[in-house]
């Protein structure tokens, strides 16, 4: 494994953590939250955040998107919109008699998909092929999107009226599921005195741009991670396909969502390598999505998947 | 498996596979069991049940003490012992009981599993069938499984999960136990000359025959033996399979006469090659002595023994299915009779069957005394009068012989044969009863002849001064058909005859005798696999004279090598070895916290372990700190560098948490 120079890697570090200070100041309280979105970046994945609408979503999504430096496109889902919309159509250009390719929304760095279940399934699934394959395929002619290329996906809770649920299969495209949830009391106070926080948005200084994203990118991929942690991921994934807790257990594709995303974390730490927490400490964004349980097990309703599996599964 | 000492709730949840488990192993054992020891386990399992739905409690340590009591008395009382298979195997099955009601951790359910698979071994005592080596499969699976479940803490494998992995835990162990099966030497002989419970069941014929002894036998369809001829099998009409000779009659039983003279038999064969047949027995267990062989074998096995009245003989009575190669000739004569074997083989009961005795002097001087007439005589009387051939005779009276020859006029084989011998001795030619098989019926797709217990037959030898002993056969003169067609078409009542010889049933008789040819291979190559099978497997294999000596060593070679092979991978796998004593000086660590109360849990990793310790032991924050970096740099970084280690191991030892 080729090793980055420390120095670099801490600067890639230092800038992260810068980062997230940032964003911490406008959203207040989410500390976690903030951190696991920024990981789930580096780690080059795609984020959903499922909560109620109102508790600041769209403003982290903003505010991460400033920070980075990115170019930032949202897309308001709705029932009527159509794939098009999204990815971009060729319109016919009479005078010079040919089809010419308007772009898309989605043909940015950094996507907001707002309520993605408001959409219809054939609009989301347009949505989420993009997102897997980096490339849009309009007219029968395949465009690659530009890179770094981020989506945040916002979900309002499915039970709402007027939602058309991601399917399991779908919701594995995104890397990590967060939840926000309501802020603590202080922070909440302090967000009801202090400024309009899209106006701090605005005056937030990006700290990173396309290119230097696309290298800490790099760096995180090549953070090293131990065999026992390599044990350690495989029993977490055998754990979830022998216990009669879950339907199904997770896929190989869950686990290299675990490390990459581990990987991620690693660097924001400012680690030269995995250690077992990181791993734990993605586990629930990263596999709660992906794990459905078994209803009939009482003792461990309220208990989620990932802190099921990671009570049983001893580290190594 | 730890000792684990478990909750009182989680201590009834495995009685129900367990009992479930012992009644399973246990199941074949039952019919062999005393009716006290029956219901001992029925009470036991009553409670048990109880226990399980919590309507009694668990017996205390005194009830336990009691009961134990109470099992000793009860096998002394059934059995007079606890000595012996039968008695061994009910007092362990008692026992596992009384141990599923005493568990208090893992370690006493795996004892009560490994009960059971003692148990289950015992089995082979009784019987090497078939049927009882796919039971014995599916309890081994069975037990391998539950033993999985309890070793699983969690409980969280899927049932499937535990079968698969039970599975192929046995299928792992399967190599080995091919390697022993076939290379482990071999004792001839029962195993290790344990002794018999007294009472065995005897098959087959026995030493001694009275009116009903041989058409009791002929409602089986169980098979005698199989033979195996080296080249055509003789016809039918000659397939007769000699047991015993019986001389000795008491007016109603011929029995065969005690203390058999050990001389060898004289037999003159005139070596002509049409007559002589080569085959090999493969004889099923009877529990007796003696052996069945085409007459008159001239060439057996060094390890049989043949007597004069021309008995083979086993060593010891026959507990295994036994393969013996035989050489007969079926015209060869019979000669040679010692003065005390003529008066023994002329000798009647005093004051029986006057008109018996007189109508036999009356008809041997119609044939003017001539040995030859006088048999034809009484066979043509048999033949002509109105004798008939039956598996239903009427009873006889005391004089027996003359009911039979002169009002009865019905019965079966050993009436003829009998009354046949009584009218010879009655004219003064020495004769006996000889008690075999007739018959036997090719395998139709297998090339074996299958001879059974209802082929059972009895016939008589008479001695003629220049010819020896000669057969004679009295039923054949009543009723030719039994000789050259078989019993089922004796024209005998067809009820009861046995299943398989009667049954129109084409898919009934393939499946029949499918099942025999599967039980024939399992016989020979399983249950008989025996010292001189080995040999031969060993000379196929191009080793020769291989002596068990010879074998156990190469065994244990074998076993040295192999296990050195497995340890050697599972040693150089991966370089485990350091990354262990990274581990073990990290448990070290854990265990000196241990000691002050603060426990590492498995499922936590070192930095939220440091995090909570810090918290707890403020003081020492430096080095916990240093101790849980080192740590996570050795075994999660690429850097592995001796100085660390060193400074790790050091930092470790020198360690302490107050």
Excluded at chain 1, 266 to 274: H, R, Y
Excluded at chain 2, 257 to 275: H, K, Q
Excluded at chain 2, 568 to 586: M, N, Q
Excluded at chain 2, 615 to 633: F, G, N, V, W
Aim: glycine share 6%.
């Amino acid at each position: 494994m080729q090793a980055t120079d420390p120095k670099v890697r801490s600067a890639a570090t230092a800038i992260l953590q810068h980062a997230a200070e940032q964003i911490g100041r406008i959203i207040l309280g989410k500390d976690d939250q903030i951190r696991l979105a920024l990981t789930c970046l580096v780690a080059r994945g795609h984020l959903l955040i499922e909560d109620l609408p109102g508790v600041g979503k769209t403003t982290l999504a903003h505010a991460i998107a400033q920070v980075m430096g990115l170019d930032f496109q949202r897309i308001q889902f709705t029932s009527d919109l159509l794939p098009a919309d999204v990815l971009g159509v060729a319109v016919y250009d009479r005078e010079r008699a040919l089809f010419e390719f308007h772009q898309g929304p989605i043909f940015s760095h950094f996507i907001l998909a707002d309520e993605v279940n408001r959409a219809t399934p054939k609009t989301q699934s347009a949505l989420l092929e993009a997102m897997e394959e980096f490339q849009v395929t309009v007219e029968g002619e395949t465009r690659d999107l530009p890179q770094p290329f981020f989506v945040i996906a916002t979900q309002n809770p499915v039970h709402q009226i007027g939602t058309y649920p991601l399917p399991e299969s779908q919701l594995d495209r995104f890397l990590m599921r967060l939840h926000l949830g309501f802020p603590g009391k202080e922070a909440e106070r302090e967000l009801l005195q202090g400024e309009d926080r899209r106006d701090m948005i605005e005056h937030i200084k990006p700290v990173l741009d396309a290119s230097k994203l696309t290298s800490i990118q790099r760096q995180a991929a090549d953070i090293f991670v131990a065999d026992a942690l390599l044990d350690y991921v495989q029993a977490l994934l055998e754990f979830t396909r022998s216990s009669p807790m879950f339907e199904v257990g997770l896929s190989p594709r869950g686990g290299l969502a675990l490390l990459n995303s581990a990987r991620a974390l690693a660097l924001i730490d400012g680690k030269e390598f995995v250690l077992p927490e990181h791993i734990k400490e993605v586990l629930p964004a990263v596999v709660n999505h992906r794990l459905v349980k078994t209803s009939d097990d009482l003792d461990t309703k309220h208990q989620s998947a990932a802190d099921f599996i990671a009570a049983c599964v001893p580290v190594p | 498996m730890g000792v684990v000492v478990l909750s009182a709730d989680r201590l009834t949840k495995p009685i129900a596979p367990l009992l479930l488990g012992i009644h399973v192993v246990a199941l074949p054992l039952y019919p062999h069991m005393p009716v006290m020891v029956l219901l001992l386990t029925a009470a036991f399992t009553v409670w048990a049940l109880l226990i399980i739905n919590g309507k009694a409690a668990r017996p205390g340590r005194w009830a336990l003490a009691v009961m134990t009591v109470l099992v000793v008395v009860v096998l002394m009382l059934s059995f007079g012992t606890i000595l012996g298979q039968l008695p061994g195997s009910a007092m362990l099955l008692l026992l596992a009981f009384l141990k599923l009601f005493e568990m208090k951790s893992t370690r006493d359910i795996a004892i009560v599993i490994f009960m059971g698979f003692f148990l289950v071994a015992s089995k082979f005592f009784y019987s090497q069938s078939l049927l009882i080596a796919a039971h014995v499969f599916v309890v081994v699976v069975y037990l391998t499984s539950l033993l999985i479940v309890f070793s699983d803490r969690l409980g969280t494998m899927r049932l499937q999960a535990r079968l698969h992995q039970s599975f192929r835990m046995i299928a792992q162990a399967v190599p080995l136990m091919l390697i022993l099966f076939v290379l482990f030497p071999r004792m001839p002989g029962p195993l290790w000359g344990l002794p018999r419970d007294a009472g065995s069941a005897t098959s087959g014929l026995s030493e001694e025959m009275s009116p009903g002894s041989i058409n009791r036998l002929i409602a089986s369809g169980e098979v005698a033996f199989r033979v195996q001829f080296d080249s055509e099998p003789p016809p039918r009409s000659d397939l007769y399979w000699r047991g015993l000779a019986l001389s000795s009659y008491d007016g109603r039983t011929w029995r065969m006469e005690n203390a058999p003279a050990f001389a060898r038999p004289l037999i003159v064969s005139e070596d002509v090659v049409e007559t002589i047949y080569s085959y090999t027995v493969m004889l099923e267990p009877h529990n007796q002595h003696w052996l069945y062989a085409l007459e008159l074998p001239i060439q057996h096995d060094r390890s049989l023994l043949a007597t004069r009245e021309m008995h083979l003989v086993a060593a010891s009575p026959v507990t295994d299915v036994l393969n013996y190669q035989l050489r007969s000739d079926i015209g060869a004569e019979n000669g040679g009779l010692f003065e005390p074997e003529r008066r023994k083989n002329l000798a009647l009961p005093e004051g029986l069957n006057q008109d018996t005795a007189e109508f036999a002097s009356k008809l041997f001087i119609e044939s003017n005394r001539d040995s030859n007439a006088y048999i034809n005589n009484v066979l043509r009387y048999f033949s002509n009068e109105a004798f008939s051939y039956t598996l239903s005779p009427p009873l006889l009276g005391e004089h027996a012989m003359d009911d039979f020859l002169f009002s009865t006029r019905r019965g079966f084989c050993e009436h003829f044969a009998s009354a046949f011998v009584y009218l010879m001795r009655s004219a003064g030619i020495p004769s006996r009863v000889v008690v075999g098989y007739q018959g036997g019926a090719m395998h139709p797709f297998d090339d074996y002849m299958i001879v059974r217990q209802s082929d059972a037959h009895a016939w008589a030898e008479v001695w003629l001064e220049d010819e020896g002993w000669v057969r004679v056969d009295p039923t054949a003169a009543v009723s030719p058909t039994r000789i050259e067609r078989g019993i089922e078409n004796a024209g005998l009542e067809h009820d009861l005859l046995p299943a398989i010889l009667i049954s129109d049933n084409v898919v009934f008789q393939r499946a029949r005798y499918m099942l025999d040819s599967f039980r024939n291979s399992w016989n020979q190559w399983i249950v008989g696999f025996n010292s001189d099978r080995q040999k031969e497997l060993l000379r196929l294999l191009g080793f020769n004279n291989v002596t068990s000596s010879n074998l156990l060593m190469g065994l244990v070679l074998l076993m040295t090598v192999a296990g050195s092979l497995v340890a050697w991978w599972v040693i150089h796998r991966e370089p485990v070895r350091r990354r262990d004593e990274i581990k073990l000086y990290y448990e070290k660590f854990c265990s000196k916290l241990e000691k002050v109360g603060i426990r590492h849990r498995s499922n936590e990793g070192a930095t939220e372990f440091l995090s909570r310790v810090m918290q707890l032991l403020p003081s020492k924050r430096r080095e916990l700190a240093m101790i849980t970096d080192d740590y996570e740099r050795l075994r999660y970084s690429c850097d592995n560098s001796e100085a660390l280690l060193k400074r790790y191991i050091r930092a470790v030892r020198r360690f302490k948490p107050k």
